[in-house]
């Protein structure tokens, strides 16, 4: 099947199904089905999106691709997290990220990529640590060697089995969350294999400085953005009061672009300065039944409009 969606020369914006609070985490509430997810998306200015977790689109791939043909979107990604700290965990996590990976190569071709990570919000200290993470908290060196060759192997078994690339997305509540530990990750990997998935509001929050100074830090192994802002007043009081990873979440601590700290219009100037061949992808990460996820993503969009996207 084609793709059902094309790429132009400009840098094309998505939004994603964790905007409506689609997320991977194991969290009580009821999250909306996904032709109203989709609809909304395209609705409000976004001409891709993400698979969302294993189960919440059609895992049939020509149902997934008549889903996804019929309102114009692109498919960019589906996250699939695994405790790479364990080696007991490769064999599974490698199963999940092929299975997903067919899917989305039947459906839509090779357009995807599987989005990796850590089996975030397991670890307990790393999630009440979250925004707080200094050298004593990271991964021994034997880790650092179990998760890296874990992250090689699933990506390698992706591509050879369905032709998709694979990129490592850091994030807070996970093994690789500060910015020494994603160029940690980015040394210890396989750069053939293994791309990363920068994301703003997660590399502010993790103690990252400029998004700008990391990109160009980590150009070469960048092949998939997330757009998320931080809010520095939520970011503080996390700090002070030492809230765990979800109630930073619940408070708010990834707000809407523009509202936080992170200066998107030079960041979107730099990436098309440095010719970024990919997609920017929108995320707003809220808990489900949290907010106004579409009125959230239509203020985003027009957010991004002004600063030239």
Not at 16 to 27: N, R
Request: hydrophobic share 40%; glycine share 10%; with cysteine.
């Amino acid at each position: 099947m084609s793709a059902p969606a094309t790429i132009s020369s400009s840098i094309s914006v998505a939004n994603a199904p964790c905007s409506w609070g689609v997320l991977e985490f194991d969290l009580p509430g009821k999250t909306l089905g996904y032709a109203q997810v989709l609809d909304e998306i395209k609705a409000t200015g976004y001409t891709g999106t993400e698979l969302g977790d294993w189960g919440f689109m059609p895992t049939d791939p020509a149902k997934l691709h008549a889903e996804l043909q019929k309102r114009g979107l692109a498919l960019l990604g589906a996250f699939v997290p695994v405790a790479f700290a364990k080696e007991s965990t490769h064999a599974d996590g490698e199963d999940r990220a092929v299975k997903t990976a067919r899917l989305m190569a039947e459906a839509v071709g090779d357009l995807p990529f599987i989005v990796l990570a850590d089996d975030n919000g397991k670890d307990l200290r790393r999630t009440k640590l979250a925004g707080r993470i200094s050298s004593q908290n990271s991964l021994s060196a034997n880790q650092w060697e179990t998760f890296s060759q874990g992250v090689n192997r699933v990506a390698d078994k992706v591509r050879h089995q369905t032709g998709l690339r694979s990129v490592f997305h850091h994030h807070c509540a996970g093994f690789v969350e500060a910015p020494w530990e994603i160029e940690q990750l980015m040394k210890l990997t396989d750069p053939k294999l293994v791309g990363l998935c920068f994301d703003t509001g997660h590399y502010r929050f993790g103690g990252g400085g400029d998004p700008l100074r990391a990109y160009r830090q980590f150009k070469d192994r960048i092949w998939h953005v997330h757009f998320k802002d931080c809010n520095p007043q939520v970011h503080e009081q996390s700090r002070r009061n030492e809230w765990d990873y979800f109630e930073s979440l619940k408070r708010g601590i990834f707000c809407e672009l523009g509202e936080g700290d992170i200066d998107f219009k030079t960041f979107a100037a730099g990436l098309k300065k440095a010719n970024y061949p990919g997609w920017i992808i929108v995320e707003q990460d809220v808990l489900p039944g949290m907010g106004a996820p579409k009125e959230f993503a239509r203020r985003n969009r027009e957010f991004l409009r002004r600063c030239n996207l």
